[in-house]
T-cell receptor, first 113, second 115 residues
């Protein structure tokens, strides 16, 4: 079956530090990959996505590249802000599985001023 | 557009009670789903529907029922609540057939506590 593995948190960084959150996946088909973000007390919002190998998704200074050879989709940001403090979820959607989303366990990011 | 709406936001039940979590969307999406979120486990799929009149089980369906009589609504029923069902529940919708453009839109969640 499909699965997504994320680095465990919490990740604590100082403002303007570089962020990497690792994500690897296993899938039976050819999935689309997503990063969702959950701010405190809110639902999930799509942060970025990539639908084929070597695609780079980007939004709000965050980037992730779909690496089929390493089955990875690591999230990066060059300079984090306090407002980036949230829980980040890596997910995949497999057309062979009815487009159902499979989520990783989530990584909590805390950014200190 | 209101997007995906869920009611109630918070609910406390006693073991054995039943209730229905409501979910509605106004985006004319065919695909709707229910997830539960537990600490350290991400979101797990409970049930989903690819259109009115069609539902199917996800990863953790036991103890939950769903129905889809209209495109807009997808209620989740707990027939006899158990403490193990204490969780945050999210409803989501997306356009199908999608293939490439299969972003899911999430509601704000319902926090359920079963005593």
């Amino acid at each position: 079956g499909n699965s997504v593995t994320q680095m465990e948190g919490p990740v604590t960084l100082s403002e303007e530090a570089f962020l990497t959150i690792n994500c690897t996946y296993t899938a039976t088909g050819y999935p689309s990959l997503f990063w969702y973000v959950q701010y405190p007390g809110e639902g999930l919002q799509l942060l970025l996505k990539a639908t084929k190998a070597d695609d780079k998704g980007s939004n709000k200074g965050f980037e992730a590249t779909y690496r089929k050879e390493t089955t990875s989709f690591h999230l990066e940001k060059g300079s984090v802000q306090v407002s980036d403090s949230a829980v980040y979820f890596c997910a995949l959607s497999d057309r062979n599985a009815g487009n159902m989303l499979t989520f990783g366990g989530g990584t909590r990011l805390m950014v200190k001023p | 557009n209101a997007g995906v709406t869920q009611t109630p936001k918070f609910q406390v039940l006693k073991t054995g009670q039943s209730m229905t979590l409501q979910c509605a969307q106004d985006m004319n999406h065919e695909y709707m789903s229910w997830y539960r979120q537990d600490p350290g486990m991400g979101l797990r799929l409970i049930h989903y529907s690819v259109g009115a009149g069609i539902t199917d089980q996800g990863e953790v369906p036991n103890g939950y029922n769903v129905s889809r009589s209209t495109t807009e609504d997808f209620p989740l029923r707990l027939l006899s609540a158990a403490p193990s069902q204490t969780s945050v529940y999210f409803c989501a919708s997306s356009y199908v057939p999608a293939g490439v453009h299969n972003e899911q839109f999430f509601g704000p969640g319902t926090r359920l506590t079963v005593l």
